[in-house]
């Protein structure tokens, strides 16, 4: 099938739904990983109050990654497979090739994601909050590198513009760092100060 097969509107269809698909998706990622620092972090708190947060934790993680992120792949996917019937050519482009192998990344995440939610709900999660505040920059890393190899195309940049959005995502990543080791000390120090 190509694109003069499908109706007019069909293209604009699939990049529009492909667009929310992909916002959908992320919006899921972000929020799923962030849930999993809380769910780990709640183990600090006492019996009582450890049982519930954990409780209301998996719950949330659940209906995250069931009614929203897993759903938005799919529309995600679905469409991009709209998109590669409407443009053929596009996989002959190494800038499609990239896109697909960083793509396939998320994918691997998406699913990872899903693994760490399953140990989080038994007890086995070995994963500290620190460790999957890290894990938590990955989608973002990758996100730009996809719209920009959308963007961009056969075009990609290299100069001061790339390096200083990568130095700006790195940025942000050791700042999110920062302010969580920040909070804790803080935390940690009211606490001496309380027992005192």
């Not at 694109?3 to 916002?23: M, N, Q, S």
């Not at 183990?43 to 409780?55: C, G, K, N, S, V």
């Not at 999110?176 to 080791?181: D, G, T």
Request: aromatic share 14%; hydrophobic share 60%.
């Amino acid at each position: 099938m190509t694109l003069a097969a499908l109706p007019p509107e069909a293209y604009l269809w699939f990049k529009t739904l492909h667009i929310v698909g992909v916002v959908v998706w992320f919006a899921g990622l972000f929020y799923l990983v962030r849930l999993f620092i809380y769910h780990r972090e709640a183990e600090e708190l006492e019996p009582a109050l450890r049982t519930a947060f954990q409780a209301q934790y998996a719950l949330m993680e659940r209906r995250l990654a069931n009614i929203i992120t897993t759903p938005g792949l799919i529309v995600t996917v679905a469409m991009a497979a709209g998109l590669l019937i409407a443009q053929p050519a596009w996989l002959q482009q190494g800038w499609m090739h990239a896109k697909l192998g960083f793509v396939a990344a998320l994918l691997a995440y998406h699913l990872f994601c899903y693994r760490l939610m399953g140990q989080l709900q038994v007890g086995s999660c070995t994963w500290s909050p620190k460790q999957l505040r890290a894990l938590n920059e990955l989608p973002t890393l990758l996100l730009v590198i996809v719209v920009m190899l959308v963007v961009f195309k056969t075009q990609f940049p290299t100069g001061a513009a790339t390096w200083f959005i990568v130095a700006l995502v790195v940025f942000m990543a050791a700042s999110i760092q920062f302010y969580a080791r920040w909070r804790r000390l803080r935390a940690e120090r009211e606490a001496a100060g309380g027992a005192a």
